[in-house]
């Protein structure tokens, strides 16, 4: 997919509050092998390194818009990287996988998450975070207008549906890898944006950047008739734009 970093940090400090969130998860233990699946463009990852003594830490991408910008901005430290990688075919062992708002991209997250917590070693720990908002009504606009003409067709028939599953699944997937300390919970970011042009920028980051990619040059016309149905089905100003998103952590045994 198409990543742009401009576009993605236009809601950067609303973004960053589940990262903490996340980071209050992590077992604070020196010299660790550490890997953040999704890196983005760096500035989260940075803040892990410097929360982990002497750790060993790997941003991981699979967007090389997103990683030009990690690697250019000020975010270097000796003991971090950057790499361009598919998180879903992660190698190596690690005492600590992160993750924070990536992995809703990958499918089949019930293999997904057996096979990521494979690759830590005895003692590491997975904590991850995940947009779980995709019932929001912002959401199920951009899946209706993609359906109707003439978009259907622009975007032959494309529908994202969420891999995201419910905080009771991601729970039974990590007691059935034996896992320790389990920590599964949702969380509500009640967010407080001008008006429902606010959310339309906001998930042209996110939700969006899928259909992007396929309307080509009738990006502005798909966003004209989302923008007229997003003002009435939300016509506050200022809006509550409550975000919903899962967070867990597990140790391997
Ligand atoms: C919403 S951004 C989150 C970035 C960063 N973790 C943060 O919290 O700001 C999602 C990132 O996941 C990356 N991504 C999506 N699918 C991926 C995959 N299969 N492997 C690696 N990275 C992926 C995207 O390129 C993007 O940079």
Not at 70 to 77: G, K, L, M, T
Not at 103 to 109: G, Y
Not at 178 to 193: C, S, T, W
Request: net charge negative; hydrophobic share 40%.
């Amino acid at each position: 997919m198409s990543w742009n970093p401009k576009q993605y940090h236009k809601f950067q400090s609303e973004r960053s509050a589940p990262f903490h969130d996340l980071l209050k998860l992590v077992e604070i233990r020196p010299q660790l092998k550490v890997v953040d699946l999704g890196c983005g463009t760096g500035e989260l990852t940075r803040i892990l390194t410097d929360t982990l003594p002497n750790s060993d830490v790997t941003g991981l991408d699979s967007s090389l818009q997103m990683l030009d910008a990690a690697r250019a901005a000020p975010h270097a430290a000796p003991n971090l990287r950057f790499e361009q990688g598919d998180l879903s075919t992660l190698a190596g062992s690690w005492d600590l996988i992160f993750s924070n708002a990536a992995i809703q991209w990958c499918e089949d997250h019930e293999k997904l998450i057996p096979y990521l917590f494979s690759r830590l070693n005895p003692g590491g720990q997975l904590c991850v975070q995940i947009p779980s908002n995709h019932n929001h009504i912002s959401h199920l606009l951009i899946r209706e207008t993609a359906k109707e003409a003439p978009f259907n067709k622009i975007v032959n028939g494309f529908e994202r549906i969420s891999p995201v599953q419910s905080i009771d699944q991601y729970t039974k997937i990590l007691f059935e890898e034996n896992a320790k300390d389990i920590i599964v919970f949702e969380k509500i970011y009640p967010h407080i944006l001008q008006n429902s042009d606010a959310v339309i920028e906001w998930i042209s980051g996110t939700a969006l950047v899928p259909y992007f990619e396929r309307l080509g040059e009738h990006k502005s016309e798909f966003l004209e008739v989302l923008g007229r149905k997003m003002k009435k089905a939300l016509p506050e100003s200022p809006l509550l734009y409550p975000f919903r998103r899962i967070l867990f952590s597990a140790i391997k045994p």
